[in-house]
Structures are given as C-alpha cells and as structure tokens.
C-alpha cells in the first residue's frame, strides 16, 4: 500500500463523538469515516483527483479457498 499522510486534526468533542458514532454504525474506524466523509465531498464538488487510489475494504480480508481433496471413491 502506498505511504499515507497523517495530520493532526482538532475537532470539538461534539463532532468527535457523532463521528465515532457514525463510524462505529458503519463498522468504520473514526479515522477511516472521516476520509470516506471528505473522499465523498471532494467527488460531489469535483474536486477528488482521478490518480486517488480506492478505499481500503472494511473487514476481513476474503478467505483464500483451497481445492478440496479429492474423493477416495472418484475414479482417477
């Protein structure tokens, strides 16, 4: 994954903990609901650059599925 930028962001605690609340009803981070909140105000003014890469996806990572073994009573 390419280098992320970190700033140090003042917000009123009001803000802070309807934010977290958001996030945490989308099952986001604080952290990761304000970049999807300014990635979408960027796109709705037409400002999001077309080189941005994608969001990363929420949760576990899918499971890589191995072929099952095979039925000792298939034929070769």
Same mark, same amino acid.
């Given at each position: 994954?390419?280098?992320?930028? %970190?700033?140090? /962001? @003042? /917000?009123?605690?009001?803000?802070?903990?309807? /934010?977290?609340?958001?996030? +945490?009803?989308?099952?986001?981070?604080?952290?990761? %609901?304000?970049?999807? /909140?300014? @990635? %979408?105000? &960027?796109? %709705?003014? +037409? @400002? &999001?650059?077309?080189?941005?890469?994608?969001? =990363?996806?929420?949760?576990?990572?899918?499971?890589?599925?191995?072929?099952? =073994? =095979?039925?000792?009573?298939?034929? =070769?």
């Amino acid at each position: 994954m390419a280098d992320r930028k %970190q700033i140090l /962001l @003042r /917000l009123d605690p009001a803000v802070h903990d309807a /934010l977290a609340r958001w996030a +945490g009803d989308e099952l986001r981070s604080t952290t990761a %609901q304000i970049e999807y /909140l300014l @990635r %979408q105000a &960027l796109s %709705q003014a +037409g @400002r &999001l650059p077309s080189n941005v890469g994608t969001m =990363p996806r929420r949760g576990r990572p899918p499971k890589i599925e191995e072929d099952p =073994p =095979p039925d000792p009573e298939e034929e =070769p």
